[in-house]
């Protein structure tokens, strides 16, 4: 299994960016796909999470800005992310867990770069 994520870029204070990340299975048999970042010297933080059953959450920090989603059609889960502030400045990484017969297993994207900046 394969991740994908893209759609990081430069951005002003306040503006928007919506991340992709797609994957070489289909996304809707993921238990869990979710989105993680790390800025520069700090500890990774879960960003956003969405389950197959479709329950969200959201770090506190994003709350009421970052929205997750899965488009089926493209096969991918978004991060859509709004009021971007210069604090979410980071590398995004998208996660899928997928649990089956196999056991628990977990794949990573590799990250996409998101600066906030004036």
């Known amino acids: 299994v394969q991740l994908q994520a893209f759609g990081g870029g430069l951005v002003q204070p306040g503006e928007s960016l919506r991340l992709s990340c797609t994957s070489s299975v289909t996304m809707q048999s993921a238990e869990t796909v979710d989105w993680h970042r790390q800025a520069s010297g700090k500890q990774g933080e879960l960003v956003a999470r969405l389950s197959s059953n479709g329950k969200t959450v959201y770090a506190d920090s994003v709350k009421d800005r970052f929205v997750i989603s899965r488009d089926n059609a493209k096969n991918t889960v978004e991060l859509q992310m709004n009021t971007l502030k210069p604090e979410d400045t980071a590398v995004y990484f998208c996660?899928?867990?997928?649990?089956?017969?196999?056991?628990?297993?977990?794949?990573w994207g590799q990250g996409t770069q998101v600066t906030v900046s004036s």
């Open positions: 996660r899928a867990v997928f649990v089956d017969g196999l056991g628990v297993r977990h794949y």
